[in-house]
């Protein structure tokens, strides 16, 4: 079998399942790509792409006149004419099936190049009236939002008419994809790494957090970017209140100071979201490491070495950061949120809490800081979650099932 994967990012959704693929099944993997990810510099870490042939393409943006409203399409376009020109000259390339993402669609032209079947990657579809662009309450969507979300699926229904089957990390945001499509669409979690994904027992020193006396409390925050979605404000919120009440506790934020999916700025007017937090409180940074974005050898680390990890998030796609998190043991706090319930269980795997309320939040994160052996059963548990449930061991015989079945042309 050859598995072509297209993603406008490596590793992106599928680089690390591509990597699985062939390392542990043996399958041909090849990954059309556009760009890398800011945090590798413009270079690639030793060893992600193994056993992955890996096809770079050049892609143009959307024009100045552009409308507002069709602008993500347009730019979804011109990165779906250049993965097929490029396609197109490679003979060598004859997949039998063709992964690719919903949303970004710069698959969707290959189903004219190729005779095999197209599956996607169902991330998310816009909910019209409720956009997840602003799901804030303090942020409500402004009337470029509300006339955005009614054409903002036009790539997601192309590629879902398109596609043989699809495929959504939870059945949370399944549920979101309108229900005469539904059938064609499996839940299928991405997959989590365990052989790398584990809590190191000697973890390695990390700038500005190893150099921390002995018994330090550490509190971990992560997220793609530090924005309202996340929860960053409530974060530092409740960070505050607990260092207020405890003087040995160290806060590590990892994640890019900018908005990647709200429309809080808009209204702020600010250039950042967290900079807007900070300047609205007084809060002791010397408390604090702000790591940015990082790989995922120093995440790990840090996991490693969490006390207590708070995970916040408004009802969207879930981050990798939180499966990261359980994999690595940690005692996790969490936003008692869609599709968050899906994965935590209060008191079970780790710790819910209504996503506003701080003083509920500061509690339960009081009460692990405490005593952290106490909770420990809470992280052994989410690690046997992500082995029975989310890690690619699990996950990737689903995924293969899945593109042997629309291979077959079964229903």
Not at 6 to 32: D, N, Q, T
Not at 226 to 242: C, P, S, T, W
Not at 256 to 285: C, I, M
Not at 382 to 409: C, F, N, W
Request: glycine share 6%.
């Amino acid at each position: 079998m050859h598995v072509l994967f297209v993603h406008k990012e490596f590793p992106g959704h599928f680089g690390h399942l591509a990597r699985y693929l062939a390392c542990e099944h043996g399958i041909e993997c090849s990954f059309v790509y556009s760009k890398l990810p800011s945090r590798f510099h413009g270079r690639l870490p030793a060893g992600i792409d193994q056993g992955i042939r890996l096809i770079p393409y050049v892609s143009r943006g959307a024009s100045r006149d552009t409308h507002f409203c069709s602008l993500f399409s347009e730019i979804s376009i011109w990165h779906a004419d250049a993965v097929y020109k490029t396609l197109k000259a490679r003979a060598d390339i004859r997949p039998d099936v063709v992964v690719g993402h919903s949303v970004v669609s710069n698959a969707l032209l290959l189903t004219e190049l190729y005779s095999c079947p197209l599956v996607v990657h169902c991330e998310f579809y816009e909910r019209t009236g409720s956009p997840y662009r602003c799901g804030r309450r303090e942020f409500p969507a402004q009337e470029a939002d509300r006339l955005r979300a009614r054409t903002q699926n036009m790539t997601n229904l192309l590629s879902l008419q398109a596609c043989a089957a699809g495929y959504s990390p939870t059945d949370w945001q399944r549920s979101l994809f309108p229900a005469e499509y539904q059938p064609k669409i499996t839940t299928i979690f991405d997959g989590i790494d365990r052989s790398f994904w584990y809590r190191r027992r000697q973890p390695l020193r990390i700038p500005g957090v190893a150099a921390l006396p002995p018994g330090t409390r550490i509190v971990t925050y992560c997220s793609y970017s530090l924005e309202a979605l996340r929860g960053f404000d409530i974060f530092m919120q409740v960070a505050k209140r607990i260092s207020e009440a405890r003087k040995d506790v160290v806060f590590v934020v990892v994640g890019a100071d900018r908005t990647q999916y709200g429309n809080e700025l808009q209204q702020l007017r600010t250039p950042t979201f967290a900079r807007h937090v900070l300047s609205q409180d007084h809060y002791d940074l010397s408390r604090f490491i702000f790591t940015g974005q990082i790989l995922e050898e120093q995440l790990v680390e840090i996991l490693s070495q969490s006390d207590l990890h708070i995970y916040l998030s408004t009802p969207m796609m879930l981050s990798w950061s939180l499966f990261d998190a359980l994999a690595c043991g940690c005692t996790v706090l969490a936003s008692d949120t869609e599709p968050v319930r899906e994965v935590i269980r209060h008191e079970k795997n780790g710790l819910l809490a209504d996503f506003y309320d701080v003083d509920e939040l500061t509690r339960q994160a009081l009460r692990v800081l405490d005593d952290p052996q106490q909770f420990q059963p809470l992280g052994e548990a989410g690690v046997r979650l992500v082995d029975e449930k989310y890690s690619l061991t699990k996950t990737a015989p689903q995924m293969l099932e899945l593109y042997h079945r629309v291979i077959r042309g079964d229903p």
